[in-house]
């Protein structure tokens, strides 16, 4: 089975948050003071996350990413993603997080045999490192990133959201940093979903990027990702030395219109678009066991995913609350 939107996009992706919990306090993500914390019984039990997944895959999801908060912050973590995967062995599992807790967790994590990882890096600095994060140590990033890489996970990409006069001058390095370890860095654009945390001159679009990437090569198009077609990302080769590099143009170029994927956050509430602030709660329908109800919220759901995002459409909400 498989769905198709009102639009005519397949929907065969889902990105589930395990917790509105984080051990960093980045700029662009949350408040200083943090943000309200959902109760323990709130957030989505293991065994509750693995029966939605059931839904979802007989729905025609095909790819799941586990996000936060900082998925890693969540007790048992790493042998839920050996369960989960003995359970769905032949989707695309992968996981996006700030790698701090990484270098104990990954030999466990290399087990559940993920499609990729994927690692928010905005700078290599360790000074800024503590500024953008409020609370980090860039060493902790730095050796999870290095235990993922040796326990065999790949790919591994790096996350920077380019903010005008924080890391730009800094680019050069970020990559540099990344391609020495054989990653793939990508670059996204500062998007304004919450607009207390958002600066619009802070804000760097992808044609400015790319002049700074022309800078350092000679970049030719990739025509896509072989292992994840619909991304977001738009690749880059150099013809000289193979490196690659991503750009996600979330907002000067955004890619709506081939948008494959919808969310679920850490409290079972289901969203169809980041920047949409509709939510439909699903948590009771999981743990009342009810398929025919949750089939039939998840479809509608779907049926509701805008064309695009629009400055009116966006909501007040933080990162670490939705799920990335």
Same mark, same amino acid.
């Given at each position: 089975?498989?769905?198709?939107d ?8 889902a ?5 509105d919990?984080? #051990? ?12 309200a ?10 065994e509750e996350i ?8 007989s !729905? ?17 973590m ?5 369960s ?6 032949d989707?695309r599992?992968s996981?996006?997080?700030n790698?701090?807790?990484l270098?104990e ?5 290399a087990r &559940?045999?993920?499609?990729?990882i ?5 700078t ?7 500024a953008?994060?409020r609370t980090?140590?860039?060493?902790d990033v ?5 235990a993922?890489?040796s ?7 790096? #996350? ?8 730009? &001058?800094e !680019?050069?390095?970020?990559? #540099?940093?990344?391609w020495?370890?054989?990653?793939i ?8 979903l919450?607009?207390? !945390? ?9 044609d400015?990027?790319?002049?700074? !990437?022309?800078?350092?090569g ?13 991304g ?9 030395t193979?490196r690659?590099?991503g ?5 000067? #170029?955004?890619?709506?219109e081939?948008?494959n994927?919808l ?5 079972g ?12 709660p699903?948590?009771g329908m999981?743990? &009342? ?10 479809t509608?759901?779907?049926?509701l ?5 629009t ?5 007040d ?8």
């Amino acid at each position: 089975m498989s769905i198709i939107d009102p639009r005519g996009r397949l929907i065969d992706y889902a990105r589930i948050s395990l917790t509105d919990r984080c #051990n960093y306090r980045c700029v662009y993500c949350m408040p200083e003071e943090g943000v309200a914390r959902l109760s323990h019984g709130g957030i989505m039990r293991y065994e509750e996350i693995i029966w939605l997944a059931r839904v979802l895959v007989s !729905l025609g999801v095909r790819h799941i990413r586990f996000t936060g908060g900082e998925p890693l912050v969540r007790k048992g973590m790493p042998e839920f993603l050996l369960s989960f995967r003995k359970e769905f062995p032949d989707i695309r599992l992968s996981l996006t997080t700030n790698a701090s807790l990484l270098g104990e967790a990954a030999p466990v994590i290399a087990r &559940a045999r993920l499609s990729g990882i994927n690692v928010s890096l905005d700078t290599v600095d360790p000074v800024k490192f503590s500024a953008v994060t409020r609370t980090g140590d860039i060493r902790d990033v730095f050796g999870g990133i290095e235990a993922a890489a040796s326990s065999g996970i790949s790919p591994i990409k790096t #996350n920077t959201v380019l903010m005008r006069g924080f890391n730009d &001058a800094e !680019l050069p390095e970020i990559l #540099n940093f990344a391609w020495s370890l054989g990653l793939i860095p990508r670059i996204i654009e500062f998007m304004p979903l919450n607009e207390s !945390l958002w600066a619009r001159d802070s804000f760097i679009g992808s044609d400015e990027i790319k002049s700074i !990437l022309n800078s350092l090569g000679d970049w030719k198009p990739e025509k896509t990702d072989s292992q994840y077609p619909r991304g977001p990302a738009k690749y880059f080769a150099d013809r000289a030395t193979g490196r690659r590099v991503g750009i996600i143009e979330a907002v000067s #170029n955004h890619f709506c219109e081939s948008c494959n994927r919808l969310r679920i956050t850490a409290s079972g509430k289901f969203r169809a678009c980041l920047f949409n602030n509709r939510e439909i709660p699903l948590l009771g329908m999981v743990r &009342a066991r009810d398929r025919d109800a949750l089939t039939r919220a998840i479809t509608e759901g779907i049926g509701l995913k805008p064309a695009k995002w629009t400055q009116a459409s966006d909501g007040d909400g933080n990162m670490s609350g939705i799920g990335g």
